[in-house]
Each structure stands twice: as C-alpha cells, then as structure tokens.
C-alpha cells in the first residue's frame, strides 16, 4: 500500500537524479515500514516552474527549489515509524537532488483500510491479517 508523491519543478532535476529519488525511496519506504518493496509505488509530479509559488513568490522568480512530499500509510502505523518516513525521505531530497532541508516540505497521509483498494478490494480484508498484527503491536 506505501504511496508516495514528490512533487518537484519541472526541468529542474537530471533523469538520473531522479531515477536515484524513485529507486532510493522506494528502498526507503520499504524498509522503514517493513513492507515488500513490490507493494510500494512513488510517483514524481511535475510542475512547471511558473505555477508553484514559496512565501507568495514564484519559484521561477526566486531560483528557489522547495519540494513537498506526502507519504500514504495505512492508518495504524506507529508514530515512530511515520516520523522516521518523514525524515528519511527529506533526506533523500537533500542528499539526491541537493535541496536546501530548511525549503523541503512533507505529509504523512493515514488512509483507513476500509477506505484503501488493492486489485479493487478493500485493504481491511486484502490484508485483514497484517493490519490485526500492526495494531495490536500499537
């Protein structure tokens, strides 16, 4: 179920700073929340330069780079576990794409099973089991 968007200027980035960014948080979200790397999906999201705007100011006008991140859980997840996610994937985003931490942006989203499909099914039943056992470690 792990989901995550890294929301980015476009054209701002090399291919294989990117490629970096997809591989290492999907290595990333996989570990911190011990999860098989098969369920995990991160997407990047483009934005032209011009539409994305910091303190009231666009980026394109200021040569600022603030990415933002949201990271979908299924809710139950312990709070260590999301607030190591946060940090982990900032890092990446300093590390890989050389951002300034202090621009960097991110959100934890907890989505219900009931409310998460996977093949089309609900997740509380898909994966009824691990959900039990993640709860009751909470």
Do not use: C
């Not at 290492?24 to 032209?48: E, G, M």
Request: glycine share 6%; net charge negative; aromatic share 6%.
């Amino acid at each position: 179920m792990p989901v995550a968007h890294f929301h980015l200027p476009a054209d701002t980035f090399t291919a294989e700073q990117e490629s970096a960014l997809l591989r290492q948080a999907s290595k990333t979200y996989a570990r911190v929340l011990n999860s098989p790397i098969d369920r995990v999906r991160v997407f990047l999201v483009h934005y032209p330069p011009s539409s994305i705007a910091v303190a009231g100011e666009l980026v394109s006008d200021r040569g600022m780079v603030a990415p933002y991140f949201t990271a979908i859980v299924l809710a139950g997840r312990p709070a260590e576990q999301r607030h190591q996610l946060l940090s982990e994937l900032t890092s990446l985003l300093v590390e890989i794409l050389g951002v300034d931490r202090t621009h960097i942006r991110g959100q934890i989203i907890e989505v219900s099973p009931e409310n998460w499909g996977i093949a089309g099914e609900p997740a509380s039943g898909v994966r009824a089991t691990e959900i039990a056992e993640r709860a009751s470690t909470v």
